[in-house]
């Protein structure tokens, strides 16, 4: 509606799916947590169990603009409208969600990195729909973190991080997920930080490695809400709370 | 299109274009001018009316998408009185210029039903979503209110 009400886009035809059935499920079971389309960030909010069946994404979704929005924005929505600061393509992308998409040839299941493929852009065809976002297993020992940062609270983020990682029994991280908002035309993975993360105790070294192979992998346009040097220390500043705040 | 709601309590009927927004309608088809316009991009609240018993921004709906909802404005809040909440906003002058206040008087009368009707919400729930964009000075106010 922003997109509308800014003359930015003129659709001619617009299709509401209020009246959709069966797409405001949160489904949680051993293989994830599966979210309908039309899941909005109030039942997210408000839905106690994914305290355990997903921290990353109840801590990420408090950050969604205000209460009234909160009301009313979807999963589905926030997906394929596909902003590149926005939380939850965000936390899609960072735990390598599976989405599915149906059309009238069909359904597909893609990866979320194959969704988003430019600013404000998906793979959706014109005559599919997003049905469900389906976010992999959280073991109840991952740690984590999600942390952004906005002049006003929000407000999108001018940058944000989200993490996950699990321990070995030598207390080294494996398998870690390293995601950034705002800093790229969509939401991106830090592989570079990953790489440096895995198979390392955390401590202040890694830290300090982590950041700076953070600032090594993005370069943030500048726009009038900052400049790229100032994003690319904001996801390095970030990036390094959110490990410690993960250890804590 | 023809769109038919209940507004405050009244069963309305328009015609309206598919792109007049809710906001618009209510004011421009039905003279209820206590929802306030200002950004009408989501992000000031002074539009916020409440859509079935939750707080909605008004500039982000279409007229059309509320067909059979139940709409309350913040005239269709209290009746010859006003409500406890509107008292103590008008207690403690919580507001500035006042031109958002319509916006943080519904949004605060959805959030303290839903706050009686779930024991283990908290008013904490208001403080940790700011609900509106205000610049004045009345934060302070608006806060003790809700309180109150």
């Not at chain 1, 969604?64 to 394929?80: D, E, K, P, W």
């Not at chain 1, 942390?147 to 996950?164: I, Q, S, T, W």
């Not at chain 2, 709601?5 to 328009?14: M, T």
């Amino acid at each position: 509606m922003p997109m509308l009400a800014f003359r930015l886009a003129a659709p001619e035809l617009l299709v509401d799916l209020k009246h959709l059935g069966n797409l405001d499920t949160i489904q949680i079971g051993r293989d994830g947590v599966r979210l309908g389309a039309k899941v909005r960030w109030c039942d997210i909010e408000s839905d106690v169990r994914l305290a355990d069946s997903h921290p990353l994404l109840a801590e990420a979704i408090k950050h969604v603009a205000h209460y009234q929005i909160r009301n009313r924005g979807t999963v589905g929505g926030s997906v394929a409208h596909a902003d590149p600061s926005a939380e939850m393509p965000g936390i899609a992308m960072t735990c390598e969600a599976l989405m599915t998409i149906v059309g009238s040839a069909g359904t597909r299941i893609e990866k979320a990195a194959d969704v988003f493929i430019g600013p404000l852009q998906t793979s959706l065809e014109p005559d599919e729909i997003l049905t469900e976002v389906h976010l992999p297993a959280w073991p109840a020992e991952r740690r984590w973190a999600f942390l952004e940062f906005a002049r006003r609270k929000g407000d999108f983020a001018m940058a944000g991080v989200a993490l996950h990682y699990d321990l070995d029994g030598a207390k080294r991280i494996v398998d870690a997920h390293v995601g950034a908002i705002g800093v790229a035309d969509r939401p991106i993975r830090l592989t570079e930080v990953e790489a440096v993360l895995n198979s390392n105790q955390l401590n202040d070294d890694l830290i300090a490695a982590a950041s700076a192979a953070a600032r090594r992998s993005i370069d943030p346009p500048s726009d009038i809400h900052a400049p790229g040097a100032y994003r690319t220390a904001l996801v390095a500043t970030l990036l390094a709370r959110g490990l410690k705040k993960s250890a804590a | 299109m023809q769109v038919e709601f209940d507004l405050n309590g009244q069963s309305v009927s328009a015609d309206v274009e598919p792109r007049t927004t809710l906001a618009d309608c209510i004011r421009g088809n039905f003279g209820q001018t206590g929802t306030h316009l200002a950004c009408e991009h989501g992000v000031c609240g002074a539009c916020t009316v409440l859509v079935n018993g939750e707080a909605v921004r008004s500039c982000l709906l279409l007229a059309v998408q509320v067909q059979g909802d139940k709409i309350v404005t913040v005239e269709g809040l209290s009746g010859a009185e006003l409500t406890p909440l509107q008292a103590a906003f008008r207690k403690h002058h919580a507001l500035q210029c006042g031109f958002c206040t319509p916006g943080f008087i519904t949004t605060a009368h959805a959030v303290l039903t839903r706050v009686r009707e779930r024991s283990d919400e908290s008013v904490q729930f208001l403080y940790r979503a700011p609900d509106g964009a205000c610049r004045g000075s009345a934060h302070g106010a608006r806060q003790r209110n809700v309180c109150c």
